[in-house]
């Protein structure tokens, strides 16, 4: 069991450039989500997927950002056009299930500047 | 102040003295999860607790959760200096329509335990 995966675990993007976060969940689970954590702060929700489905994405920036579980392959976290300002550790997790009492397995993060 | 606030916000202690982290929230919750945090590193999960529930141990750690006043406190007992991390509260709410699955992290408590 590999927990959760992300990659890369470091991606240096130039303002302007887009950015290409991956998520393989746990085997087994089907629910997925997003955080961010700017430095010395704690994580801040971003979206929540199952396959196929954004199920809540209040905490997405309106533009430029986007995600995706596709039915087959990992959920895609897609920055366009960064900014200085999207620079920060982006957390995937993943469950069973939604709430009702489920852990959830976060993977080490992605580490994103942008220069 | 935000929902899963951490304090004390800094705690510095010996090796085998217990260390004590409290976290207060504000809405409704369904259940409160505790994660440490290595520095540069992923979350991992230590213990969660249902709302109906009142105390909760797992090894060294023992969690309480008072949903009168909307606190809860983890105390690890014996520390090691491995025990040095940041600690995060995040509550799981059905507060305002919030979708199961939307945690809401504090800003951290950071220990240091000194060998």
């Known amino acids: 069991n590999a927990g959760v995966m992300q990659n890369p675990r470091h991606l240096v993007r130039r303002r302007g450039q887009e950015a290409r976060l991956r998520c393989s969940p746990m085997?087994?689970?089907?629910?997925v989500y997003w955080y961010r954590q700017l430095p010395e702060e704690g994580l801040k929700f971003m979206v929540y997927?199952?396959?196929?489905?954004?199920?809540?994405e209040s905490g997405m920036p309106k533009e430029r950002f986007s995600a995706e579980f596709p039915k087959e392959g990992p959920s895609i976290l897609r920055i366009q056009q960064v900014v200085r300002g999207d620079s920060a550790a982006y957390f995937c997790?993943?469950?069973?299930?939604?709430?009702?009492?489920?852990?959830?397995?976060f993977g080490s993060g992605t580490r994103l500047t942008v220069v | 102040s935000q929902q899963g606030e951490e304090d004390p916000q800094a705690l510095s202690i010996q090796e085998g003295e217990n260390a004590t982290m409290n976290c207060s929230y504000k809405t409704s919750i369904n259940n409160l999860q505790w994660y440490r945090q290595n520095s540069g590193r992923g979350l991992v999960h230590l213990i969660l607790i249902r709302s109906n529930e009142r105390e909760k141990h797992s090894g060294r750690l023992r969690v309480t959760l008072d949903t009168s006043k909307k606190s809860s406190s983890l105390l690890i007992t014996a520390s090691r200096a491995a025990d040095t991390a940041s600690y995060f509260c995040?509550?799981?709410?059905?507060?305002?329509?919030?979708?199961?699955?939307?945690?809401?992290f504090g800003q951290g408590t950071i220990l240091t335990v000194h060998p």
């Open positions: 995040a509550t799981d709410s059905n507060a305002g329509g919030t979708s199961y699955g939307k945690l809401t």
């Open positions: 997790a993943s469950s069973q299930g939604a709430g009702l009492n489920y852990g959830y397995t």
């Open positions: 997927l199952q396959k196929e489905n954004i199920i809540d």
């Open positions: 085997k087994g689970h089907s629910h």
